[in-house]
């Protein structure tokens, strides 16, 4: 009860220039998950150790006993991998290109202009009283000293936990106070779509009344010149702090297992966890995973337009790319400002050879047709890439043609924060593309499919998705909170990774993501995932966005509820609500078929962009007074306009 599958084979032309052949690949990905240590041992070479591991693989997924490490007794820094190593071969390559929210303003840091501010940072911080394994907040726009702060962290051996810049007073407490920061490094304000915005304001708000007890200085980095209050004796000018500071900064050396960083997840099921990272395995696999999903090459300009508040930031705007010395772009601005052909305005401008960004920020394109492609040739691009959210199989095809016209293959990547780096995808001119599909497992990942009662299911089916083994990108604990670990990843199925997500496997043993596994409906009997209704709707060309969600239902067990946002310029009317209906029906089946339409302009997102469904599952079963944590929602009014004009009352 499917759609029909758009498959883009790799032609043999491709073939020739992909890094593996299938048959490479295949005897690959078998040794990394039979002989996980023999692979590994030898993938963990990719990164410079000071001390080199003997042991490699020591993890346990047993209840009660949850223990995870990789690489345990070798010494490395993660800073030392991505700056100083690449001094003597890469001294005066650029190491970010920096694209202003103006297009006007740009700027290029090479790895010795990068190794210079990094560590007199580090310098700084230590001036400051940081020290090995303190935690520091870090809540900052996207600018090159948002990855300096980070990178500074890592040298001294400091737990970096970032906090998206859009977050509230409430939330940068919450997270200080969960981690027990000892110190925050901000700006006075961001830029984004030709406004500013403070960040100093929310952090003076946030540390206001000794609500953050552990908190001894706040860093300020002066971004617009903005006006902003002082507290002299806890605030400190970033340059000013750095003025009299050597440029030379000794990495601290670091065990395998030191925590790198702790980052709050998007929050979108529940409370955010704070999840922690350590040093040796994540950026083994942070670095391997960059290099072969995008098929990264050395003299490539890489571009992830995600923001350094996420993981997708943390492992692919940082970390991965500057541990393999590559050029990576970050971006102050939003995909449609000042036009809506932004994005490939920057692709021309920087040449961009490797662009990955998220479904939202496409169908956020794709709602204006295709004026998003008219603007730029996109020439440069070679490969892209998809995050964050199921991609449907309509805003696929249009990311494909528009952007990569018609010639880029698409990484549809499925992860997590918790993963750490990316988990299932196709890889360049190696998998067939299959529109929707994240297809096969990256190396050293062996995904299942299980059903309720924890059995594992084979073949082509449909089941919850669990990882059956550890990889090295794993998160190794909840900070401070070990138990809640065990009970939310490692309870439900024993001895399995539970991610949370379904999934759908093919005859061909491709996976398809269906979204979490609390959003697929239970249908008068039929296993319905949201994300497949999603994407026929979209297909609609009335409909830019869509969430469908279940509801208490009488007699089906479970209601279809649909939220759907129209195409600018379309109005919605009853007609074209019993269409909509109608085309489900037809595409779909008829047990697809919505119990409700509610149309709306805007659907509630977390500030990552993901549409918030534990909130519209709420709305839909008429219980909106108890909507859970609401903190990580970019615009509350969207929710209110929502339950004022609910449709099952
Ligand atoms: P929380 O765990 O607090 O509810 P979250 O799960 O939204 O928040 P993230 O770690 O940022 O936080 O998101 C990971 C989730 O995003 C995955 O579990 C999955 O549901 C979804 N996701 C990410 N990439 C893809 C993809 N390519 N296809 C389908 N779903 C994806
Ligand atoms: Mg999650």
Not at 97 to 106: F, K, L, R, T, Y
């Amino acid at each position: 009860m499917s759609q029909p599958t758009h498959i883009h084979k790799v032609s043999n032309e491709a073939k020739q220039q992909a890094r593996l052949s299938e048959e490479q690949y295949q005897r690959m990905y078998a040794e990394s998950v039979n002989d996980p240590d023999s692979f590994w041992r030898e993938q963990g070479q990719r990164i410079d150790w000071f001390t080199p591991y003997n042991r490699v693989k020591n993890t346990s997924f047993a209840p009660g006993k949850v223990d995870i490490k990789w690489f345990e007794d070798g010494t490395l820094n993660a800073c030392y991998n991505c700056v100083d190593r690449h001094l003597a071969e890469r001294g005066d390559k650029t190491a970010i290109i920096w694209e202003g929210d103006s297009p006007e303003v740009q700027d290029e840091i090479s790895y010795r202009t990068l190794h210079k501010e990094v560590s007199r940072f580090a310098n700084g911080l230590k001036k400051l009283g940081v020290a090995k394994g303190d935690r520091v907040a870090i809540y900052m726009p996207m600018v090159p000293q948002a990855a300096y702060a980070m990178l500074a962290c890592a040298r001294i051996g400091a737990v970096h936990s970032v906090i998206f810049a859009g977050f509230s007073p409430k939330a940068i407490a919450d997270r200080i106070n969960d981690c027990e920061a000892k110190l925050i490094i901000t700006a006075d304000e961001g830029r984004r779509g030709g406004k500013t915005f403070g960040l100093k304001d929310n952090v003076d708000e946030a540390l206001a009344d000794n609500r953050c007890p552990t908190i001894t200085h706040s860093v300020v980095c002066q971004v617009t010149d903005g006006e902003v209050n002082w507290q002299p004796e806890r605030d400190v000018w970033w340059h000013e702090l750095v003025a009299d500071v050597s440029h030379e900064c000794q990495p601290e050396v670091m065990n395998a297992e030191d925590p790198l960083f702790i980052l709050y997840t998007s929050g979108s099921t529940g409370k955010p966890k704070g999840v922690l990272h350590t040093t040796g395995g994540y950026l083994v696999y942070a670095s391997m995973t960059h290099e072969y999903v995008f098929d990264y090459r050395e003299d490539d300009i890489y571009w992830c337009a995600a923001d350094v508040g996420w993981i997708t930031g943390h492992s692919y705007i940082v970390y991965g790319p500057l541990a393999n010395g590559a050029t990576t772009l970050m971006f102050e601005g939003v995909p449609t400002y000042p036009g809506i052909g932004r994005i490939g305005e920057v692709v021309d401008k920087h040449q961009v050879n490797i662009l990955y960004t998220a479904p939202t920020a496409i169908r956020a394109l794709m709602s204006k047709g295709d004026a998003a492609a008219k603007t730029s040739s996109r020439d440069s691009l070679r490969v892209l890439g998809s995050v964050g959210e199921p991609i449907n199989p309509e805003a696929w095809e249009w990311y494909y043609e528009k952007i990569g016209n018609s010639r880029c293959p698409i990484m549809d990547t499925w992860w997590q924060t918790e993963t750490g780096g990316i988990m299932i995808t196709p890889l360049p001119n190696v998998n067939d593309l299959k529109a929707g599909s994240a297809t096969r497992p990256f190396f050293g990942v062996e995904p299942g499919l299980v059903d309720n009662d924890g059995k594992s299911l084979t073949g082509a089916t449909e089941g919850n998705l669990v990882i059956k083994q550890s990889w090295p990108g794993q998160a190794r604990t909840l900070w401070g909170d070990h138990e809640r670990f065990e009970q939310t990843y490692f309870s439900t199925y024993k001895n399995q990774y539970f991610t949370g997500d379904g999934a759908r496997r093919d005859d061909d043993g491709d996976y398809w993501i269906t979204g979490r596994v609390d959003d697929v409906l239970n249908v008068s009997g039929h296993r319905l995932g949201t994300a497949e209704i999603e994407s026929v709707l979209v297909a609609h060309k009335a409909i830019s966005e869509a969430a469908v969600v279940g509801f208490p239902h009488d007699v089906k067990g479970q209601g279809i509820y649909v939220y759907v946002a129209p195409m600018t310029g379309v109005t919605a009317d009853e007609a074209l609500t019993a269409e909509v209906r109608e085309w489900v029906r037809n595409e779909l089946s008829p047990i697809a078929t919505p119990d409700f339409i509610h149309w709306s302009e805007g659907l509630p997102k977390t500030r990552s962009g993901k549409i918030m469904r534990r909130i519209l599952r709420k709305i839909a079963a008429n219980e909106h007074d108890n909507l859970g944590d609401t903190s990580t929602l970019a615009d509350p009014s969207v929710v209110d306009s929502l339950i004022k004009h609910r449709l099952n009352k």
